[in-house]
């Protein structure tokens, strides 16, 4: 249910407006203020769906309380109707031009009064909704659907915004690519469904390995990424050890008594030659097809090879 908030210095006006509204039952919750101030402390306090607040009062007139709602952005959406005197057209005007949503004029009608608040309500209503949709559908576009970790697209988007980051201030970046160590077998052996089983489980292994400012995501397939903002080759390396281990320990229901390996490449920053993100998810997976072919459940980071002898 809704709430809204009713300021007024007049408590006559409070409580006809409260009446009135009460019958026709469109809000839960009644809070009242006789001045701006106060009711900036209610709107705080309890996030009305509507505010209705007077022009002309002591302490903080509406207008004040309007400019300083609307400079929190948690307020921006929230409606104010105006309550102005009649023919102060110039009044309306400003009210609009500060953010007021509609305005009415005193002495007002209460049918009048209702509408337009139902209005209002109806917008507020819809606008939470889209705000919702909209939360759902970012988190669906970064999200990847079967291991619920990020996708590749979010990855990217993150990986330049943080190379760029630590180049400009000369910090170190690490990035690390796993693979899953005959994957295919799984999926030949158990099916389809038992490597999705798989996949995900490892994503929340993985997950409980890392930082919160690092990053990991699905790249494709049984491909896992992560970055790791400013950590240097030694810790990357390490943190790259800890987690093929925490694999090779880890039981995955869906392989009762199997272990999972993976492989790693790993790619610190600054390393010579190696001056973007697509440089760097190369020279991982340079690294990460050495660890394959040298046995795999390894990690192998990323070196510059010497320069031919002349
Ligand atoms: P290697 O140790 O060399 O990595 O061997 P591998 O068998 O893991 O490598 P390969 O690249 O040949 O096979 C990867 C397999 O991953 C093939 C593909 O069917 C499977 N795969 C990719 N995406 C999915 C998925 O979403 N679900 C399942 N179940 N399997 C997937
Ligand atoms: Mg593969
Ligand atoms: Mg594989």
Redesign the pocket.
């Known amino acids: 249910m809704s709430s809204i908030l009713i300021i007024d210095d007049s408590i006559t006006v409070r409580q006809g407006i409260k009446l009135a509204l009460k019958k026709a039952s469109l809000f839960q919750d009644f809070y009242e203020a006789r001045d701006g101030r106060q009711g900036l402390d209610q709107l705080r306090q309890h996030h009305p769906d509507v505010v209705l607040c007077d022009v002309i009062m002591p302490e903080m007139d509406g207008f004040t309380f309007l400019e300083k709602m609307k400079e929190d952005p948690a307020f921006i959406d929230t409606p104010v109707i105006m309550l102005t005197g009649e023919g102060l057209v110039d009044k309306k005007v400003r009210g609009l031009d500060l953010g007021a949503s509609d305005y009415l004029t005193k002495p007002f009608d209460f049918s009048e009064l209702l509408a337009r608040v139902k209005v209002q309500l109806k917008l507020k209503t819809l606008q939470d909704e889209l705000k919702k949709v909209n939360e759902q559908l970012l988190e669906l576009s970064r999200v990847d659907y079967?291991t619920q970790i990020f996708n590749r697209r979010y990855f990217m988007e993150q990986f330049q915004v943080e190379f760029d980051r630590c180049r400009r201030y000369g910090q170190p970046l690490s990035f690390m690519i796993m693979?899953?160590?005959?994957?295919?077998?799984?999926?030949d052996t158990h099916g389809?469904?038992?490597?999705?089983q798989?996949?995900s489980d490892l994503g929340k292994t993985a997950n409980g390995q890392f930082a919160f400012h690092d990053v990991l995501a699905r790249y494709?397939?049984?491909e896992f990424v992560v970055l790791l903002p400013m950590a240097a080759p030694d810790e990357a390396n390490n943190v790259a050890e800890k987690l093929r281990q925490a694999v090779e320990q880890n039981d995955f229901p869906a392989l009762p008594g199997q272990r999972v390996t993976i492989?790693l490449g790993v790619c610190s920053y600054p390393l010579p030659g190696v001056d973007s993100p697509d440089a760097i998810i190369s020279a991982a997976d340079e690294a990460l097809y050495l660890a394959?072919e040298t046995g795999?459940n390894r990690v192998v980071v990323a070196t510059v090879e010497a320069p031919p002898a002349a």
């Open positions: 079967l693979d899953i160590d005959h994957f295919k077998l799984v999926n389809h469904p038992v490597g999705d798989v996949l494709g397939g049984e492989s394959k795999r």
